[in-house]
């Protein structure tokens, strides 16, 4: 990882370390019965874009908003669709960051500025950072 630092750090003596793994699952149904699933127990994705906690926050609060106005079963339908296209973003940019090919991580790091400096592309990637790109959560609607 060093590598990727514009300069190149001596480590002198480690205290503490541990293995970090990317997962990347979603459970089919978010519901068996009376057992609801939310949050990493539902999906689990890696940190780039930083929305696996916001996406648990909504998971529970929608699941609260359905069990209080009774339409529960419609859990899975309303929120698997969100993680799914979560975990594709997170999963291709995490490709692209990854990525073994110098080239590819040279091209990535000098184009992705490029494109996101232009305002059309920029606020599209903007709105998918900050959760913006989903359904308006249907408890904040005015009646
Ligand atoms: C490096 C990194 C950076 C991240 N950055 C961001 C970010 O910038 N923004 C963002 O939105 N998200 C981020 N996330 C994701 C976020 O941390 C998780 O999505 C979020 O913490 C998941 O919350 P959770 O409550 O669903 O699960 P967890 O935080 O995993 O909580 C589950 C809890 O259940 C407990 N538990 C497990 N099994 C049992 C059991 N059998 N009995 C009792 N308790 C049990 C565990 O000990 C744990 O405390 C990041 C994640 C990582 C790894």
Redesign the pocket.
Known sequence: MFNRLPFQPKVKKVKWQSE?RISDRLVESYQRGNIFL????AH?HS?VG???????IEDAATLAWLIATRTAGRYTAMRHPIARSVLRMTGVQTSLLTSKSAALRSIVSRIVPLLTGLPVIGSKVLEQFSGLNVPFPPWLEKD
């Open positions: 970090f939310a949050g990493d127990a689990i940190p930083g929305r696996g906690m916001n996406l648990g």
